[in-house]
């Protein structure tokens, strides 16, 4: 069964750091875009950051240009997100992602900022 799985979301104070996980059910590639998607009550669904091993590109929402990094380990199916310097704003479920399943989504792990 392909599944994927997110973690380390929780409630922290503005400025704070968190860092989420994913682990896959498949072989991540290096061809596939990993992905990490938010969505807060109300409003539609975005992409936050995506990374391609292969050329390792990277892309980052405006809003959380250096303040978030992605990474992968393709050895343990595991992709990361950590997030520092934490807003109210930033509060939403985080998803994980891939192009290579497009159909295939998590429960999301919940992110919560306030003071």
């Known amino acids: 069964q392909m599944y994927l799985e997110e973690s380390g979301g929780g409630s922290v104070q503005p400025g704070g750091s968190l860092r989420l996980s994913c682990v896959t059910s498949?072989?991540?590639?290096?061809?596939?875009?990993m992905e990490w998607h938010r969505q807060a009550p109300g409003i539609p669904r975005q992409i936050v950051a995506s990374?391609?091993?292969?050329?390792?590109?990277?892309y980052f929402l405006d809003d959380v240009k250096g303040r978030f990094t992605i990474s992968r380990d393709d050895s343990k199916n595991a992709l990361y997100l950590q997030m520092n310097d934490l807003k109210p704003e930033d509060t939403a479920k985080y998803y994980c992602h891939t192009n290579a399943y497009p159909d295939i989504w998590g429960q999301g792990t919940q992110v919560t900022v306030s003071s």
């Open positions: 990374i391609r091993r292969d050329g390792n590109s990277h």
């Open positions: 498949f072989m991540m590639s290096p061809f596939h875009r």
